[in-house]
Nanobody, 117 residues
């Protein structure tokens, strides 16, 4: 069983930066893609960014050029550096670890990011 614990959320002014971290307890092997999703009030949960164990990244169009996802495989930790934050980035951010090979999908409990205008 894997547990994902997010940290780093908070309140920031528009134009500011935050760095989210997600630490996994349990085994996250090379079959897992790790990612960040977000859910704003009244909206569905959407992909923000994800990264494979080999470092291949995918970003939502809305965050390209502003957010950077990275991963430390030795620490089973994934990061999301968020720059030039906008009020529309306000959401609960969830960490995810997914392995199609192992047919497993884990979620953290989320961390709230609030961007004030």
């Amino acid at each position: 069983q894997v547990q994902l614990v997010e940290s780093g959320g908070g309140l920031v002014q528009a134009g500011g930066s935050l760095r989210l971290s997600c630490a996994a307890s349990g085994t996250i092997d090379s079959t897992y893609t790790m990612g960040w999703y977000r859910q704003a009030p009244g909206k569905q949960r959407d992909l923000v960014a994800r990264i494979t164990s080999g470092g291949i990244t995918t970003y939502a169009d809305s965050v390209k050029g502003r957010f950077t996802i990275s991963r430390d495989n030795a620490k089973d930790t994934v990061y999301l550096q968020m720059n030039s934050l906008k009020p529309e980035d306000t959401a609960v951010y969830y960490c995810n670890a997914e392995s199609f090979l192992r047919r497993t999908d884990y979620w953290g409990k989320g961390t709230l990011v609030t961007v004030s205008s």
